[in-house]
């Protein structure tokens, strides 16, 4: 169906200013924490790891790599969120061996994130923890 001059202009200014782009961006950050538990999950481990950050004092480069895993997980936590509604949207919910397979390999990323950030985790807590346990 043909748009009318009206609906190409709302699809035109839609993002008029920064402003407006970051509260959509922030919705949908919103809207990720709200729906997905693993977004929750990730959210807590997040905290802990800082919480465990500032108990053991790491140093500003290890800090870099902790907020960097952090986010690396969160944004690929949103990618896969989008991509399940994605694909929940074409295939109308219905099962598809394509669609099964994109959403496993989106999840597959975040699960690589994930056990890179377990990784570098133990290499930057773990010695930091052995001595104060002995």
């Known amino acids: 169906m043909p748009m009318d001059s009206k609906d190409k202009q709302k699809q035109i200014s839609k993002n008029k200013t920064f402003g407006q782009s970051f509260r959509f961006a922030m919705t949908g950050i919103k809207t990720a924490y709200i729906e997905e538990k693993n977004m929750k999950k990730h959210g807590i481990f997040g905290m802990l790891a800082i919480l465990l950050g500032f ?5 500003i480069s290890e800090w870099l790599w902790i907020l960097f895993c ?4 969160i944004t690929l ?9 994605i694909v929940d949207l074409v295939t109308e919910n219905q099962f598809h061996p394509i669609a099964k397979k994109v959403k496993d390999m989106a999840a597959g990323a ?5 056990v890179f950030s377990c990784v570098v985790a133990s290499i930057i807590f773990i010695p ?3 001595p104060i346990i002995k």
């Open 77 to 85: 936590e949103i990618v896969n969120t989008s991509f399940e509604n």
């Open 55 to 59: 108990i053991l004092q790491i140093t």
């Open 110 to 114: 975040v699960l690589t994130a994930s």
């Open 70 to 73: 952090i986010f690396f997980v």
């Open 128 to 130: 930091k923890i052995l």
